[in-house]
């Protein structure tokens, strides 16, 4: 079911909020709080909330519903997640067969765009080829992203138009990577500018409608160009049309030689870019067999991925951005895409010293594939961690994508608990599309984390998801991703059928509800359903709302 559009923008007002349990560093018994304008003005009991209310206050009785922080998604894409949505769903489907029925299904007379297809989930792997894609969409143009969104299946007509026949990456087949996957792409995403901020719309009212405050939106060259980050960039001053959104902490993912050029390359948007981060790819993705190993895929042992980033280049960039006073950071999920981007640190410190590189406060994106002397080079230098929880829930564990392509190696995957043991900063996301945009099925996915020892507690997992988000960006305000009084008013609530404590130690999954543990209250996430979002709020200004908030 579609989400609605963004709200309009509204006037802040004094809103008390009761009867129902707080999320806060404040009072761990808080069940009611006073919103005034953009900014949290109280917090505490319903006896306290009895004496306050006054006829000047909107008053919403909870009925037992939780408010928290809003969450931070920390990797996002926002017109691919538009689009994603609004296009052929294909992670259902389970062979090459229904892949061209859903084809040939597909309405109107344009492109054919889909995604989330992955191959190892089917019975038999084998991919339709160029010539019955062509027929399946009687001549329109097809592409069909994979799951991780590093390759695509295109139809003969595509690659023609996109020009990809003496691309890196095409070999005269349907599926196309690398340099041909990036031309197949952006081909189907030159549309007119009303067009590509519907789709932004889109995606920005699928994550107020579950709970997210901000997003990190990761633009690079190669997705969609500069001014798609310049349309994500303006719905935070309301000039494309509201508001009423999510913040949008935009990130450039485009490699700088020198300290000018890096302050050019921000400065070339107009607004404030959080760093030249995000989506500049050290290596591909595990799923296209594109993200670069030291030794060859456990299902392809002649294939060890693709760097694209030299380690000479990655420390320039470093370096770069460590002058700039500037966040820098790479995508990269293989072991020796880690390799090189840890190299390229110690190159940069060796440049312009250790202190100017810990005080940018870069970040690695993913960082799947990490051992434990490279998790000490990330905590030496301060890197935050940017990770996505549910890649683990969709594809660890025993038969699952990274044992299929990682044999043994895929136990070692997404190390949370150890990233959390040495100090390294981590904050984490969707990656969306490529994980729909569901924060407590991620903060699920970091409790049931297919190896036990890497599980962390639900409260590490939440604050991972929200106040680190937050941090992570070097957002400004201290105050951000806490409900106490003088943070910002940005927060959700939920309808929950639980409430429970889980003590702090990670590798202890126990819950109780004693209030002696002096802890604020989370969702029960074994219950087999997420909280539901009821409202959504970002400095006071009401995002979303569901019906059932006020009735």
């Given at each position: 079911?579609?989400?609605?559009?963004?709200?309009?923008?509204?006037?802040?007002?004094?809103?008390?909020?009761?009867?129902?349990?707080?999320?806060?560093?404040?009072?761990p018994?808080?069940?009611?709080?006073?919103?005034?304008?953009?900014?949290?003005?109280?917090?505490?009991?319903?006896?306290?909330?009895?004496?306050?209310?006054?006829?000047?206050?909107?008053?919403?009785?909870?009925?037992?519903?939780?408010?928290?922080?809003?969450?931070?998604?920390?990797?996002?894409?926002?017109?691919?997640?538009?689009?994603?949505?609004?296009?052929?769903?294909l992670?259902?489907?389970?062979?090459?067969?229904e892949?061209l029925?859903a084809?040939?299904?597909?309405?109107?007379?344009?492109?054919?765009?889909?995604?989330?297809?992955?191959?190892?989930?089917?019975?038999?792997?084998?991919?339709?080829?160029?010539a019955?894609?062509?027929?399946?969409?009687?001549?329109?143009?097809?592409?069909?992203?994979?799951?991780?969104?590093?390759?695509?299946?295109?139809?003969?007509?595509?690659?023609?138009?996109?020009?990809?026949?003496q691309?890196?990456?095409?070999?005269?087949g349907?599926?196309?990577?690398?340099?041909?996957?990036?031309?197949?792409?952006?081909?189907?995403?030159?549309?007119?500018?009303?067009?590509?901020?519907?789709?932004?719309?889109r995606?920005?009212?699928?994550?107020?409608?579950?709970?997210?405050?901000?997003?990190?939106?990761?633009?690079?060259?190669?997705?969609?160009?500069a001014?798609?980050?310049?349309?994500?960039?303006?719905?935070?001053?309301?000039?494309?049309?509201?508001?009423?959104?999510?913040?949008?902490?935009?990130?450039?993912?485009e490699?700088a030689?020198?300290?000018?050029?890096?302050?050019?390359?921000?400065?070339?948007?107009?607004?404030?870019?959080r760093?030249?981060?995000?989506?500049?790819?050290?290596?591909?993705?595990?799923?296209?067999?594109?993200?670069?190993?030291?030794?060859?895929?456990?299902?392809?042992?002649?294939?060890?991925?693709?760097?694209?980033?030299?380690?000479?280049?990655?420390?320039?960039?470093?370096?770069a951005?460590?002058?700039?006073?500037?966040?820098?950071?790479?995508?990269?999920?293989?072991?020796?895409?880690?390799?090189?981007?840890?190299?390229?640190?110690?190159?940069a410190?060796?440049?312009?010293?250790?202190?100017?590189?810990?005080?940018?406060g870069?970040?690695?994106?993913?960082?799947?594939?990490v051992?434990?002397?490279?998790v000490?080079?990330?905590?030496?230098?301060?890197?935050?961690?940017?990770?996505?929880?549910?890649?683990?829930?969709?594809?660890?564990?025993p038969?699952?994508?990274?044992?299929?392509?990682?044999?043994?190696?895929?136990?070692?995957?997404?190390?949370?608990?150890?990233?959390?043991?040495?100090?390294?900063?981590?904050?984490?996301?969707?990656?969306?599309?490529?994980?729909?945009?569901?924060?407590?099925?991620?903060?699920?996915?970091?409790?049931?984390?297919?190896?036990?020892?890497?599980?962390?507690?639900?409260?590490?997992?939440?604050?991972?998801?929200?106040?680190?988000?937050?941090?992570?960006?070097?957002?400004?305000?201290?105050?951000?991703?806490?409900?106490?009084?003088?943070?910002?008013?940005?927060?959700?609530v939920?309808?929950?059928?639980?409430?429970?404590?889980?003590?702090?130690?990670?590798?202890?999954?126990?819950?109780?509800?004693?209030?002696?543990?002096?802890?604020?209250?989370?969702?029960?996430?074994?219950?087999?359903s997420?909280?539901?979002?009821?409202?959504?709020?970002?400095?006071?200004?009401?995002?979303?709302?569901?019906?059932?908030l006020?009735?």
């Open positions: 079911m579609s989400q609605p559009e963004p709200l309009p923008a509204q006037r802040p007002k004094t809103v008390l909020y009761r009867n129902g349990s707080v999320y806060t560093a404040a009072d018994f808080a069940t009611a709080m006073v919103v005034d304008g953009g900014t949290v003005a109280w917090v505490g009991s319903e006896q306290a909330a009895t004496s306050i209310a006054d006829s000047s206050m909107e008053i919403i009785d909870l009925r037992g519903a939780l408010v928290t922080p809003g969450f931070v998604d920390s990797h996002i894409h926002l017109t691919e997640t538009g689009i994603a949505l609004d296009s052929l769903r992670g259902g489907i389970r062979s090459a067969t892949l029925d084809v040939a299904a597909a309405p109107g007379d344009g492109p054919v765009l889909g995604h989330g297809w992955d191959e190892t989930a089917w019975p038999d792997s084998s991919l339709p080829t160029a019955e894609l062509e027929r399946a969409s009687a001549g329109r143009p097809v592409y069909l992203s994979r799951v991780d969104v590093h390759s695509a299946l295109i139809s003969g007509s595509l690659a023609a138009a996109a020009g990809v026949s691309l890196d990456g095409f070999d005269g349907a599926r196309v990577r690398r340099a041909a996957h990036t031309a197949a792409r952006q081909a189907t995403r030159r549309q007119p500018e009303e067009v590509l901020k519907r789709h932004q719309a995606a920005l009212s699928e994550a107020a409608a579950n709970g997210y405050v901000a997003v990190a939106e990761m633009g690079a060259p190669h997705i969609g160009g001014e798609d980050l310049r349309l994500a960039g303006a719905w935070n001053s309301g000039a494309s049309g509201t508001a009423g959104v999510p913040e949008v902490l935009p990130y450039w993912g490699l030689s020198s300290e000018e050029h890096a302050r050019s390359l921000l400065d070339q948007f107009g607004f404030a870019v760093g030249l981060a995000g989506d500049l790819n050290i290596d591909g993705s595990v799923g296209s067999r594109t993200a670069a190993l030291r030794s060859g895929y456990s299902d392809a042992p002649g294939e060890q991925g693709h760097l694209y980033l030299s380690v000479e280049e990655a420390a320039a960039h470093l370096a951005c460590s002058l700039a006073g500037v966040q820098g950071g790479f995508h990269v999920i293989g072991d020796a895409g880690l390799d090189a981007a840890l190299a390229a640190l110690e190159l410190a060796k440049e312009v010293g250790e202190q100017r590189v810990r005080a940018a870069h970040r690695f994106e993913h960082v799947e594939m051992d434990s002397s490279a000490g080079v990330l905590s030496r230098y301060a890197v935050t961690v940017s990770a996505q929880p549910s890649f683990d829930a969709a594809w660890g564990g038969g699952g994508l990274y044992e299929k392509r990682l044999g043994e190696r895929s136990r070692s995957m997404n190390p949370f608990a150890s990233l959390y043991a040495a100090g390294v900063p981590v904050c984490f996301g969707s990656d969306s599309p490529v994980t729909p945009l569901r924060p407590w099925s991620s903060v699920r996915a970091c409790l049931e984390h297919h190896n036990e020892d890497e599980r962390i507690s639900a409260r590490a997992a939440f604050l991972g998801h929200t106040r680190a988000g937050w941090r992570a960006a070097n957002y400004p305000d201290p105050m951000a991703g806490q409900l106490v009084p003088g943070a910002p008013a940005s927060f959700a939920w309808e929950v059928e639980e409430l429970m404590v889980q003590v702090a130690d990670g590798r202890v999954q126990s819950w109780s509800t004693d209030p002696r543990a002096r802890t604020p209250l989370l969702p029960a996430l074994d219950t087999g997420d909280p539901v979002c009821l409202q959504t709020v970002r400095n006071g200004v009401e995002l979303y709302a569901s019906p059932a006020r009735s």
